[in-house]
């Protein structure tokens, strides 16, 4: 398995937790606001990661702390509007929503970075959108008003992820950052901003119950501590391209946690959209180059193989 391949399943397993995570934030915002939870989660995996790599973190440089601050509030902003939407939407509407920075990254890419995409890519963010108007828009396809403020606010967190994606690319191929401490230190540019908000707007507030404490520990330790150290490291061996179209995993896994877990449940319409995304992933993840030369080595006569 080459180390591009390795980075793309790590990803897939990292989107896994984070399809379940939108269960767990919607249980998690019966007892806090918004911003305390996103406190709990990105200073507590800090701490978590942090205190496990000390040593790693020593001798950290300016431009380590700089990019760790900018990442930091991008992804800041891509949680205010994942989280705020869960509260003002379906746990579906809010998954395939936030899916939507894999439609955005291509578009940014080609007028800011000026870039050809490839025309499998291309093809895929096309079924992508197919596959998100299918799963959340009304028959008719009406947009549906009465979640319609979170589904802007999931909107919001597409186009701030897309933002961090493409930053982390560019941070990830320059020698002088130390890819672990940014992973690190960006969580805790983005506790620290959320704690600022929490203190502004909300009224923090301890974690009392149980239920609430291991889904908020699930949250911490696993869909962000882990997850965004494998994300961060992974980045370095794959394009935002691809990293973008797996992540469109994620809906699918939040409409199936949705359906287990919430009971949720989605229309044929919706189960179609599911299949269409997986198809764009399929159609990312196969190497259609290495396919033809295959076929075309098994067609060469004896005499020219050797």
Same mark, same amino acid.
């Given at each position: 398995?080459?180390?591009?391949?390795?980075?793309?399943?790590?990803?897939?397993?990292?989107?896994?937790?984070?399809?379940?995570?939108?269960?767990?934030? #919607?249980?998690?915002?019966?007892?806090?606001?918004? =911003?305390?939870?996103?406190?709990?989660? =990105?200073?507590?995996?800090f701490?978590v990661?942090?205190?496990?790599?000390?040593?790693?973190?020593?001798?950290?440089?300016?431009?380590?702390?700089?990019?760790s601050?900018?990442?930091?509030?991008?992804?800041?902003?891509?949680?205010?509007?994942?989280?705020?939407? /869960?509260?003002?939407?379906?746990?579906?509407?809010?998954? !395939?929503l936030?899916?939507?920075?894999?439609?955005?990254?291509?578009?940014?890419e080609? &007028?800011?970075?000026?870039?050809?995409?490839?025309?499998?890519?291309?093809?895929?963010?096309?079924?992508?959108?197919?596959?998100?108007?299918?799963m959340?828009?009304?028959?008719?396809?009406?947009?549906?008003? #009465?979640? &319609?403020?979170?589904?802007?606010?999931?909107i919001?967190?597409?186009?701030?992820?897309?933002?961090?994606?493409?930053?982390?690319?560019?941070?990830?191929? #320059?020698?002088?950052?130390?890819?672990?401490?940014?992973?690190?230190?960006?969580?805790?540019?983005?506790?620290?901003?959320?704690?600022?908000?929490?203190?502004? =707007?909300?009224?923090?507030?301890?974690?009392?119950?149980?239920?609430?404490? &291991?889904?908020?520990?699930?949250?911490?330790?696993?869909?962000? %501590?882990?997850?965004?150290?494998?994300?961060t490291?992974?980045?370095?061996?794959?394009?935002a391209?691809?990293? %973008?179209?797996?992540?469109?995993?994620?809906?699918?896994?939040?409409?199936?946690?949705?359906?287990w877990?919430?009971?949720?449940?989605?229309?044929?319409? %919706?189960?179609?959209?599911?299949?269409?995304?997986?198809?764009?992933?399929?159609?990312?993840?196969? #190497?259609?180059? !290495? &396919?033809i030369?295959?076929?075309?080595?098994?067609? /060469?006569?004896?005499?020219?193989?050797?």
């Open positions: 398995m080459t180390n591009r391949s390795k980075a793309d399943l790590s990803l897939v397993l990292v989107t896994l937790s984070w399809g379940i995570s939108y269960y767990l934030i #919607d249980l998690s915002l019966k007892s806090m606001g918004p =911003f305390t939870l996103n406190s709990y989660r =990105f200073i507590g995996a701490l990661i942090g205190l496990c790599t000390i040593k790693q973190l020593r001798q950290i440089n300016w431009q380590t702390i700089k990019w601050i900018i990442l930091g509030f991008f992804m800041y902003i891509t949680y205010l509007g994942a989280t705020m939407g /869960v509260k003002y939407t379906t746990l579906t509407n809010a998954g !395939f936030c899916g939507l920075a894999v439609i955005i990254i291509p578009f940014i080609m &007028l800011v970075l000026k870039r050809k995409l490839q025309t499998k890519v291309k093809l895929s963010a096309t079924l992508c959108l197919l596959g998100i108007v299918l959340t828009l009304k028959e008719g396809l009406t947009i549906n008003m #009465d979640t &319609l403020p979170g589904d802007l606010l999931c919001l967190c597409a186009f701030g992820y897309a933002i961090f994606i493409l930053i982390l690319e560019v941070v990830a191929k #320059d020698e002088r950052i130390n890819l672990f401490q940014i992973a690190v230190f960006q969580m805790l540019a983005t506790g620290i901003f959320n704690l600022v908000s929490a203190l502004i =707007f909300e009224k923090p507030v301890l974690i009392s119950d149980n239920s609430t404490l &291991l889904a908020v520990g699930f949250l911490t330790v696993v869909c962000t %501590g882990v997850a965004f150290l494998v994300q490291i992974a980045q370095k061996y794959t394009e391209n691809r990293v %973008g179209i797996i992540f469109t995993l994620e809906p699918v896994f939040a409409a199936i946690a949705a359906f877990l919430a009971g949720e449940r989605l229309t044929p319409r %919706g189960y179609v959209g599911m299949l269409i995304l997986t198809l764009a992933l399929f159609l990312l993840e196969t #190497d259609f180059k !290495f &396919l030369n295959k076929k075309k080595r098994h067609h /060469v006569p004896k005499e020219k193989r050797r």
